[in-house]
């Protein structure tokens, strides 16, 4: 398997809605993101070279501002981050805080995680995956809109080597549920508590989700680790995708 492999991607989880760049986060596009940033290419990458050593490789998807992804980098120098994101300004503020820093463990691809998924990574390429507050797509007719469903749990788990992990975090309790449910029912995939999990030391509380704790919304994780193939490949990851997608 050479992690190119075609996948059908009718329906996409986001609406591109750029906003306003601020001039930092546009100067930040247009100077930092070329050191930080990885360009779309349907051709899986060597992130031992990218990053310039051996260590975990942690993808995380819609980081929105970056403001997670940083504080987590900044704690666990040694593990590597590829962050996705499509919005502009989230981008261009989160290469701009890694440069003001100096973290030298984050790269980014501005793209749809999907294909990133599909045809930028290699097979059991990756230590973890982390997914925190997707977009709900709260209206029954938008859910098929969800990025976490069949065909992405399966996706994820041909992605990730044995033993690593999905770390999947939402404040929408439905969304929480059918998370649970398909990446439950992806054999690959063994969650690692009793339905929910608590949240991990090593995901900061964010100031809106402190803020809605504090007013009685919830907010749910699921912590699901990657267990081997029967039969010693990820092959079949790929065609349970392929065939849900």
């Keep these: 398997m ?21 001039k930092a986060q546009e100067r930040a596009l247009r100077e930092l993101l070329p050191v930080y940033g990885i360009p779309f290419d349907a051709r899986p990458l060597d992130l031992d070279r990218i990053f310039g050593r051996q260590a975990p ?7 929105g501002m970056g403001a997670t992804t940083l504080e987590i980098a900044r704690a666990h120098p040694e593990w590597d981050f590829l962050g996705i994101e499509v919005h502009g300004p989230g981008v261009g503020s989160l290469v701009n805080a890694l440069a003001l820093e ?24 990756l230590h973890g995956i982390h997914v925190f ?10 859910h098929k809109r ?30 929480a549920n059918q998370m649970l449910a398909v990446v439950g029912a992806e054999p690959h995939w063994a969650n690692t508590a009793e339905g929910f999990a608590p949240r991990p030391g090593y995901r900061p509380l964010t100031k809106f989700e402190a803020r809605g704790l504090r007013l009685g919304h919830g907010v749910w994780d699921l912590l699901f680790r990657k267990v081997p193939d029967a039969a010693g490949s990820s092959d079949a990851g790929e065609a349970h995708a392929s065939k849900r997608s």
């Design 133 to 142: 507050f997707p977009d709900p797509w709260h209206k029954k007719r938008h």
């Design 102 to 125: 100096g973290l030298t463990n984050v790269r980014v691809v501005q793209h749809d995680a999907v294909e990133v998924l599909q045809q930028m990574i290699a097979a059991e390429a």
């Design 2 to 22: 050479d992690g190119s492999t075609p996948f059908p991607r009718p329906i996409r989880s986001f609406v591109l809605r750029q906003g306003r760049l601020s």
């Design 57 to 63: 490789k942690i993808l995380e998807i819609g980081f």
């Design 146 to 175: 969800r990025l976490v469903n069949a065909a992405f749990a399966a996706l994820a788990a041909a992605r990730v080597a044995p033993g690593g992990y999905l770390h999947l975090a939402t404040d929408w309790e439905d969304y």
